[in-house]
């Protein structure tokens, strides 16, 4: 039993291919691939035909699949065992397989691509279930067509690959190829999941956070690093800009009408997030508002917020309930840490009444009082961003 060895079978989406280049594709998500595994010790991913196969340790692999299941881009995925297309060699491994746990029914699933392999599929099909019926002589085990118990599956190529387990990737496209786009980051549970969706959808992410230092404590600003590092796993590594705000905060709170503070808040954080983003090679910003949430995420609100920008603004949690954002939360890993109840700096100054269907004109009145300095503040907070590296 020469050769034998354990890889990580990688399928990818021939739907998302559609309308991309194939190549630009595939190379993204092979280096998406090995950047999701670069804390292991003995990787070497590799392009096949149609597969992307990810060799890796014994010990590694179940580390490793769940670290490329997360990959954007990777539909699905099997642990397999390689050896030569031999079928001496390939019988003890379907062997193997069948082993793995109890079955009354199965069927051998074969894919050869090899054309040199001296059987055809349903010939290799017929003699490894026949060895399998054999080895578990007198158990009464059966060959179904439709609905065993347990699929082996044998794929022959230059070697060949068997396996029987298939986990589920999370679809989508390689993060890259859809550009950059900075996401307005808090540490609520909304805007952690507009970045992962986003970056399903192949963004590159950074973030920008901004932190109204003391309104805000530290470890409200430690739990927005934790939850960009939470979304790493999905994302890839991006920056975080950590802006202070708390200038810009406390004078809207002293000079604007009351009703528009939220407001012109926002208006603040989508500019100065702009230039971020523009300075940094986005050519979006990202918000996690959903409409009619609450009372800035109108349609008149987001309008108010969305037009001081030149930029497109994506918002695709905007159809969606409070629930299913809570349960991509969940589901992703992001939920525990957005409701530890550090405050953020939206909330400390909440008016009583907030506008809830501002005029655009009325907005840029209330903000005239801001508007003398505003330049010069922007700038100031750019220029004092911390930039985080996840
Ligand atoms: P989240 O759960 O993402 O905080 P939210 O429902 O609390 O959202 P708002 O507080 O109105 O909504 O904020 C709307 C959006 O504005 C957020 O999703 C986020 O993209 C952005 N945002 C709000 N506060 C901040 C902040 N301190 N730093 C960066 N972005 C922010
Ligand atoms: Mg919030």
């Known amino acids: 039993m020469e050769n034998r060895e354990h890889v990580i079978l990688v399928r990818y989406g021939e739907i998302a291919l559609k309308g991309l280049n194939r190549h630009t594709f595939i190379d993204l998500l092979v280096k998406n691939i090995r950047g999701a595994l670069s804390h292991l010790e003995s990787v070497k991913v590799e392009k096949i035909q149609g597969r992307i196969i990810v060799h890796i340790s014994d010990t590694e692999l179940d580390q490793g699949v769940d670290a490329v299941s997360r990959v954007f881009g990777v539909v699905s995925l099997s642990p397999a065992t390689v050896v030569d297309s031999q079928m001496e060699q390939i019988e003890p491994v379907v ?3 069948a082993d793995r746990a109890p079955f009354d029914s199965f069927k051998i699933c074969v894919k050869r691509s090899d054309k040199r392999f001296p059987m055809t599929s349903p010939e290799i099909g017929r003699h490894l279930g026949g060895v399998v019926l054999k080895h578990y002589d007198g158990q009464g085990k059966k060959v179904k067509m439709k609905g065993a118990d347990r699929e082996i ?21 390689p993060v890259g190829c859809s550009g950059q786009a900075a996401l307005l980051l808090s540490g609520g549970i909304d805007s952690p999941v507009a970045g992962y969706m986003m970056a399903k959808r192949g963004v590159k992410l950074t973030a920008v956070y901004f ?18 590092r ?7 590594h991006f920056d975080l800009y950590v802006v202070p705000f708390t200038d810009i905060q406390t004078k809207i709170v002293e000079v604007c009408p009351e009703r528009q503070t939220t407001l012109i808040i926002r208006r603040f954080m989508m500019r100065i997030a702009e230039i971020i983003a523009r300075k940094t090679g986005s050519l979006s910003l990202i918000t996690g508002e959903s409409l009619g949430q609450v009372a800035s995420q109108t349609q008149e609100s987001l309008s108010a917020t969305g037009s001081v920008v030149g930029m497109e603004v994506l918002r695709p949690l905007i159809g969606m309930d409070k629930q299913e954002i809570v349960e991509i939360a969940q589901d992703i890993g992001t939920f525990e840490t957005s409701i530890l109840p550090y405050e953020d700096c939206c909330t400390i100054f909440v008016p009583k009444h907030p506008e809830t269907h501002p005029n655009l004109k009325k907005i840029a009145a209330g903000e005239a009082a801001m508007m003398d300095d505003a330049e010069r503040m922007i700038q100031e907070a750019v220029d004092q961003a911390e930039k985080i590296r996840l």
């Open 153 to 173: 599956w044998v794929e022959v190529r230059e070697s060949a690959y068997i396996y029987s387990q298939f986990v589920k990737g999370r679809g989508g496209l």
């Open 95 to 97: 062997l193997e397989e």
């Open 211 to 228: 932190h109204s230092f003391p309104f805000t404590s530290d470890r409200a600003k430690e739990k927005v690093v934790d939850l960009a």
């Open 230 to 236: 939470i979304m790493t796993r999905y994302t890839g």
